[in-house]
T-cell receptor, first 112, second 116 residues
Framework: DGGITQSPKYLFRKEGQNVTLSCEQNLNHDAMYWYRQDPGQGLRLIYYSQIVNDFQKGDIAEGYSVSREKKESFPLTVTSAQKNPTAFYLC???????????FGQGTRLTVV | AQKITQTQPGMFVQEKEAVTLDCTYDTSDPSYGLFWYKQPSSGEMIFLIYQGSYDQQNATEGRYSLNFQKARKSANLVISASQLGDSAMYFCAMREGLNAARQLTFGSGTQLTVLP
């Protein structure tokens, strides 16, 4: 089945550590996105990529990094520079034909 | 300035009744798309309905319809015959421009509770 897979579903991180969230899609979509969601709030864009080996900062990119070495993969690294990383992270993808973006199941990151 | 505004943090509706969730948007781009997503407590984002800025008719998908008033820049979601399973967070979103690979901008959401 085609879709977007995020892993892990839950992630715990100690302060000062970097962690990487995985996002893989088999929809052959060109564009991929990372959003952050805080409790009771909307989604805010962290980074997005419209093509392999290219990506742009979103509204809240500070403390995060991404790579896009393969079309199907768009991992997000939460660095120690991110002061408040506890949140729900959603990965999405879209193509130039369909209008809607498809989302993964999300990763819930908690700093302990 | 907020590009997507949802002014109803929470809404209640009786089962089998209709409910309208409000959304206003702000853009200077003549080409844009408006989306509604549903987010149950599990966290997944479920696409519900889409309206393009050049579409002449309001979009409908089953029990969902979009009341698109372009001059007022509003794109309200109407859910008819509410069901208990409709209880969830609902987000309005916008994509500016014709390139479908551009990012979505989301509103703050409306928590809908359907009462038995």
């Amino acid at each position: 089945d085609g879709g977007i897979t995020q892993s892990p579903k839950y992630l715990f991180r100690k302060e000062g550590q970097n962690v990487t969230l995985s996002c893989e899609q088999n929809l052959n979509h060109d564009a991929m996105y990372w959003y952050r969601q805080d409790p009771g709030q909307g989604l805010r864009l962290i980074y997005y990529s419209q093509i392999v080996n290219d990506f742009q900062k979103g509204d809240i990119a500070e403390g995060y990094s991404v790579s896009r070495e393969k079309k199907e993969s768009f991992p997000l690294t939460v660095t120690s520079a991110q002061k408040n990383p506890t949140a729900f992270y959603l990965c999405a993808s879209s193509d130039r034909v369909n209008t809607e973006a498809f989302f993964g199941q999300g990763t819930r990151l908690t700093v302990v | 300035a907020q590009k997507i505004t949802q002014t109803q943090p929470g809404m209640f509706v009786q089962e089998k009744e209709a409910v309208t969730l409000d959304c206003t948007y702000d853009t200077s781009d003549p080409s844009y798309g408006l989306f509604w997503y549903k987010q149950p407590s599990s966290g997944e984002m479920i696409f519900l309905i889409y309206q393009g800025s050049y579409d002449q008719q309001n979009a409908t998908e089953g029990r969902y319809s979009l009341n698109f008033q372009k001059a007022r820049k509003s794109a309200n979601l109407v859910i008819s015959a509410s069901q208990l399973g409709d209880s969830a967070m609902y987000f309005c979103a916008m994509r500016e421009g014709l390139n479908a690979a551009r990012q979505l901008t989301f509103g703050s959401g409306t928590q809908l509770t359907v009462l038995p």
